[in-house]
C-alpha cells in the first residue's frame, strides 16, 4: 500500500511526541559507570532526519552525552566495509544472544563465535579486526573518522567518561581475554579492548545519532553532507543486525510494540531506523533494568504510532512537501 506523509505531519509528530513524552519518569541513570551517574536525568532530546536533509529537532538535541553501545552500529559498520558482510558473518556472527549486552555466559554458550557485533564481546571483537592491523593509532582515525562521516560532524572522546569506563571495565576485560582463548580476538587483545572502551566514550548528540540513522535508512548516503558513507547493499545488513538484537534480551519485545530497528545506549540514547523514509534518534540519561532508556523508548514509539508507520506494515512510503 502506498501511504504519503508531509515534512509537517512529520515535524507534527516529533513535536507532540516530545511534550507527550517529556515528564515520564521512572529509570535511573547508569550507576556503574560513575560519569553516566551524575548526568542530569532530566535531559531530553528527540530528532529525526529525513532522506531529504531534513533535521526535526526538539529538546535537548544539542547534548553531548556518551554514545555507549550505539556506537557498536557505527564500528560493525565499517567492518562490514572493511571486510564484506560474509567475513562479519564467519568472524562474529549475526545472531542474538537472548541476554544481557555484557554476557560471559552467552560467550561459553556460543565459543564458536561472538554472536553479533552488537553486544559487547562481539563488539570487541569488531575492533580487533578495524584495519590496519596493529596500529592502535591507524585504527581509531578509523573508527574515529567512520563516526564523523556517519554522523555528518566531527565526533571527540569525552575524555572522563573515558577515564571513568576504563578504571571499571572489568566485566569486559574477562570478555576480551574469554574471546581470546577461543580464537575470536584477531589482533591484539589490550589494544582491542582500549578501542572498545574508547569508542563508547564518543560524546554524540542526538541530532548527530539521527543523522547516522537516516544515513542507514538512506542506504548509506548521509542526507546531511550528500557524500555515499558505505555501499547500499550494506545498509539491510546493518539493520537487520540492529532488529535482531538492538534492545539485547528485550528486542522482540521492542520491535513487536514499535515497528521500527533501533539500538539503544546504556548513556540514554537511542537510534532508530526506518529505511527508505528516515532516521529517529532520542536521548534520557534514566534507564530501564534492560539498560534502556526509558523516556527515549516512549518518545520514538510516540511518533511511529502517530505516523503509523512500521517496517512491517507493507506500506511504501513518500515523504513530500
Given at each position: 500500500?502506498?501511504?504519503?506523509l508531509?515534512?509537517a505531519q512529520?515535524?507534527?509528530?516529533?513535536?507532540?511526541?516530545y511534550?507527550?513524552?517529556?515528564?515520564?519518569?521512572?529509570?535511573?541513570?547508569?550507576?556503574?559507570?560513575?560519569?553516566?551517574?551524575?548526568?542530569?536525568?532530566?535531559?531530553?532530546?528527540?530528532?529525526?532526519?529525513?532522506?531529504?536533509?531534513?533535521?526535526?529537532?526538539?529538546?535537548?538535541?544539542?547534548?553531548?552525552?556518551?554514545?555507549?553501545?550505539v556506537?557498536?552500529?557505527?564500528?560493525?559498520?565499517?567492518?562490514?566495509k572493511?571486510?564484506?558482510?560474509d567475513?562479519?558473518?564467519?568472524q562474529?556472527?549475526?545472531?542474538?544472544?537472548?541476554?544481557?549486552f555484557?554476557?560471559?555466559?552467552?560467550?561459553?554458550?556460543?565459543n564458536d563465535?561472538?554472536?553479533?557485533?552488537?553486544?559487547?564481546?562481539?563488539?570487541?571483537?569488531?575492533?580487533?579486526?578495524?584495519?590496519?592491523?596493529g596500529?592502535?593509532?591507524?585504527?581509531?582515525?578509523?573508527?574515529?573518522?567512520?563516526?564523523?562521516?556517519?554522523?555528518?560532524?566531527?565526533?571527540?572522546?569525552i575524555?572522563?567518561?573515558?577515564?571513568?569506563?576504563?578504571d571499571?571495565?572489568?566485566?569486559?576485560?574477562?570478555?576480551?581475554?574469554l574471546?581470546?582463548?577461543?580464537?575470536?580476538?584477531?589482533?591484539?587483545?589490550?589494544?582491542?579492548?582500549?578501542?572498545?572502551?574508547?569508542?563508547c566514550?564518543?560524546?554524540?548528540?542526538?541530532?548527530?545519532?539521527?543523522?547516522?540513522?537516516?544515513?542507514?535508512?538512506?542506504?548509506?548516503?548521509?542526507?546531511?553532507?550528500?557524500?555515499q558513507?558505505?555501499?547500499?547493499?550494506?545498509?539491510?545488513?546493518?539493520?537487520?543486525?540492529?532488529?535482531?538484537?538492538?534492545?539485547?534480551?528485550?528486542?522482540?519485545?521492542?520491535?513487536?510494540?514499535?515497528?521500527?530497528?533501533?539500538?539503544?545506549?546504556?548513556?540514554?540514547?537511542?537510534?532508530?531506523?526506518?529505511?527508505?523514509?528516515?532516521?529517529?534518534?532520542?536521548?534520557?540519561?534514566?534507564l530501564?533494568?534492560?539498560?534502556?532508556?526509558?523516556?527515549?523508548?516512549?518518545?520514538?514509539?510516540?511518533?511511529?504510532?502517530?505516523?503509523?508507520?512500521?517496517?512491517?506494515?507493507?506500506?511504501?512510503?513518500?515523504?513530500?512537501?
Amino acid at each position: 500500500m502506498d501511504k504519503t506523509l508531509t515534512r509537517a505531519q512529520i515535524t507534527q509528530a516529533v513535536q507532540e511526541a516530545y511534550e507527550e513524552c517529556k515528564n515520564i519518569s521512572g529509570g535511573h541513570n547508569a550507576d556503574y559507570i560513575p560519569f553516566l551517574a551524575n548526568i542530569d536525568p532530566n535531559l531530553f532530546g528527540l530528532s529525526v532526519t529525513l532522506l531529504d536533509g531534513t533535521v526535526i529537532n526538539v529538546g535537548d538535541t544539542e547534548y553531548k552525552f556518551g554514545i555507549e553501545s550505539v556506537s557498536k552500529v557505527l564500528t560493525a559498520i565499517l567492518v562490514l566495509k572493511q571486510h564484506g558482510a560474509d567475513a562479519v558473518l564467519k568472524q562474529i556472527g549475526a545472531d542474538a544472544t537472548g541476554l544481557p549486552f555484557n554476557s560471559i555466559f552467552a560467550i561459553l554458550l556460543e565459543n564458536d563465535h561472538p554472536s553479533t557485533p552488537l553486544v559487547n564481546a562481539g563488539a570487541i571483537t569488531a575492533c580487533s579486526m578495524v584495519e590496519p592491523k596493529g596500529d592502535s593509532w591507524g585504527k581509531w582515525e578509523a573508527i574515529i573518522n567512520n563516526f564523523t562521516d556517519l554522523c555528518g560532524s566531527e565526533a571527540q572522546v569525552i575524555d572522563e567518561l573515558y577515564k571513568s569506563e576504563s578504571d571499571t571495565n572489568f566485566n569486559n576485560r574477562a570478555i576480551a581475554w574469554l574471546l581470546k582463548n577461543y580464537n575470536r580476538i584477531y589482533d591484539d587483545v589490550p589494544m582491542s579492548l582500549d578501542l572498545y572502551t574508547r569508542q563508547c566514550s564518543v560524546g554524540i548528540t542526538a541530532s548527530q545519532l539521527s543523522i547516522c540513522a537516516g544515513t542507514i535508512a538512506n542506504g548509506g548516503l548521509n542526507p546531511v553532507t550528500k557524500a555515499q558513507v558505505f555501499a547500499p547493499e550494506l545498509a539491510p545488513k546493518i539493520t537487520t543486525l540492529i532488529s535482531s538484537v538492538g534492545f539485547y534480551q528485550n528486542t522482540g519485545d521492542w520491535l513487536y510494540s514499535s515497528g521500527i530497528p533501533a539500538k539503544s545506549g546504556v548513556g540514554g540514547g537511542v537510534l532508530g531506523v526506518m529505511p527508505g523514509v528516515m532516521g529517529i534518534a532520542a536521548f534520557a540519561p534514566p534507564l530501564d533494568v534492560a539498560g534502556n532508556s526509558v523516556k527515549a523508548q516512549a518518545a520514538v514509539k510516540a511518533v511511529m504510532k502517530k505516523l503509523d508507520l512500521g517496517v512491517f506494515n507493507g506500506d511504501r512510503v513518500t515523504v513530500t512537501d
